[in-house]
DNA sequence: CAGTGGTCTAGACCACACT
DNA sequence: GTGTGGTCTAGACCACTGC
């Protein structure tokens, strides 16, 4: 809309350092870099929403005063980090959790025959949903303050009949004002589509630790297998943008008939 | 040492196909990657070996006869592989499996307090090594033929002096002609390593199949935990240049103290 | 056809490491 | 200072999409 005031030119004849002349480290930072960041604001504020194109290259660089190419590398990495799509002779689109082909982007679990994600769509079953107050390690993970309202929500996703997942989650009660067990039962597709667009929390990243343990009593039950079956336990933290975290979600995978898949480089 | 032929012109008046002009798809390949693939060529054939620095932007450019930008986007791609190493000032090397910062970077074991990789390197103890014929699975799986020989390794990690890894692998016996128990002792740092200096076999990137499983009757005693403790099942299998797999590692980890720590984006 | 992203070039200059 | 990788620019042209 409005465009954003002059920049720091590139190099400038006296080298200006962007801020904080008395920073301990230079704190240089590249052009390309600047730009990301003005970027990434735009994606925040949703100026530009998941799933439409942002504005062209060249239209970009009109708008930042750099040159086609700077805008360029600034977009190639947010690219390579999955906050951008670019399709060639379309434009560039605000990557979405809502997308064919990579939906379940963060569902590293595939069954061991069959090389689809997990060959069909999975039932969902809510099991639980409701407001409490966060106990310390909640609040500590997700960034609140140990009693500030938080949603858990408790579901079972099964595969071709066989209950395969257990999940139970948390997440902050403020941004997801409204959220219900209603609303989570008649959205098809990813939670986190549904998360972005009915609550405009786009997840970004997330970091999993992963164990093997045993069920208990609810778990056993809920996933139909004896109290001796190990199970994978899968505990995330998502992040939306700026490194907030926005979800603590435990799961706990059956890997009888599935397999949590990585890739090493 | 000596100069490629001259390759494709960029662009060149009339569109050149690389090759195969009679392929369905047209198989355009920008000028980059065919330069990318010809220093990946140089990296197999062992002209520029691990640790070593390869010739600058502007040496290569003049070589294969293209700018130095067309170069740069090349390496660009290598480096984020994980196969070269850019150093600023320094000049661009190939990587490796020594370095310490890296050390242990297909390892995704840490401890559940204490941030560092494992603290501390591990104690590792050789429980077995030997020669044998490939049974049809392992021949399938490391692109043998069922019978050929094939190394089998099993051997344990001890973190703090819990024994935390045990791990079976293979090797085909080709390639890895001359390992034995003793050179595994004997070297210090990580397998990998020894396999690059020793055996010229660089392991390039990994997939990985984790399961909850319970320890069989060797691995509860070797890991000193009761039958019921629930492990961690990592199956790995690592390819080296061209996706030729070259190692099939199962790992069981106690996941007591450790956890698997898995980065989503 | 026009508009988009994708590739390639040539040249300038900056930041870093070594000597 | 010299040489390396890192950034930035400007311009040309290719490849893909859709009107």
């Not at 399709?87 to 025959?113: I, N, S, W």
């Not at 069920?215 to 996933?223: G, H, I, M, Y």
Request: with cysteine; net charge neutral.
């Amino acid at each position: 809309m409005t465009h954003e005031p002059p920049m720091n030119l590139p190099f400038p004849p006296t080298e200006t350092p962007a801020l904080d002349a008395s920073a301990l480290t230079p704190a240089f930072s590249p052009l390309y870099q600047q730009i990301k960041g003005l970027i990434l604001q735009s994606l925040q504020t949703g100026e530009w929403k998941p799933g439409e194109s942002i504005p062209s290259e060249i239209e970009l660089a009109g708008r930042y005063r750099v040159s086609q190419g700077t805008v360029r590398k600034a977009i190639d990495e947010l690219a390579s980090d999955h906050l951008l799509l670019r399709r060639q002779g379309k434009g560039t689109f605000v990557a979405t959790h809502t997308e064919q082909h990579v939906q379940y982007r963060f569902l590293k679990l595939v069954p061991d025959q069959g090389n689809q994600n997990t060959e069909g769509p999975a039932q969902r079953t809510i099991v639980d949903c409701k407001r409490l107050r966060a106990t310390a390690e909640i609040a500590r993970t997700l960034a609140l303050r140990a009693g500030d309202s938080v949603l858990q929500v408790r579901r079972v996703l099964s595969f071709a009949g066989i209950p395969t997942i257990l999940e139970d989650l948390w997440l902050p009660g403020g941004p997801f004002k409204g959220l219900s067990a209603e609303r989570l039962t008649v959205y098809q597709g990813p939670m986190y589509g549904l998360f972005e667009t009915e609550f405009g929390v786009r997840m970004v990243r997330a970091d999993e630790k992963i164990r093997a343990v045993l069920p208990d009593a609810s778990q056993s039950e809920l996933l139909q297998i004896p109290a001796s079956a190990p199970l994978l336990s899968v505990e995330r933290v998502a992040y939306t943008y700026n490194d907030t975290p926005m979800e603590l979600r435990r799961g706990f995978y059956r890997t009888d008939t599935h397999h949590y898949r990585n890739a090493l480089s």
